[in-house]
């Protein structure tokens, strides 16, 4: 069993930055991908950005230059530094795993909510 635990979420206005993190826990051989999803209220869950095992990173067009995903290996941690928020970028953000243990699994953290005041 894998558990993926974020922490960083919170109110920042617009034009701020926060930083998130999620930290994997368990039986983990390996961590292939980590993901960073958001969904805000009435809308579909989005790929935010995603950083690969061998540290390839890719961005939603939305977030690119402001966002940085970043991931260490020893921690087993994904971290993703927003910086020039916009009100826009409102949503629950979720941490997603490609994780190797007995078997190859994909993993969610429970969500953390980032709000952005103008």
């Known amino acids: 069993q894998v558990q993926l635990v974020e922490s960083g979420g919170g109110l920042v206005q617009a034009g701020g930055s926060l930083r998130l993190s999620c930290a994997a826990s368990?039986?983990?051989?390996?961590?292939?991908?980590w993901s960073w999803y958001r969904q805000a209220p009435g809308k579909q869950r989005e790929l935010v950005a995603a950083?690969?095992?061998?540290?390839?990173?890719n961005y939603a067009d939305s977030v690119k230059g402001r966002f940085t995903i970043s991931r260490d290996n020893a921690k087993n941690t994904v971290y993703l530094q927003m910086n020039s928020l916009k009100v826009e970028d409102t949503a629950v953000y979720f941490c997603?795993?490609?994780?190797?243990?007995?078997?190859?699994?994909?993993?969610w953290g429970q969500g953390t909510q980032v709000t952005v005041s103008s």
């Open positions: 950083v690969s095992g061998g540290g390839t990173t």
């Open positions: 997603h795993a490609i994780v190797e243990t007995t078997y190859v699994g994909s993993w």
């Open positions: 368990g039986s983990i051989v390996s961590i292939n991908t």
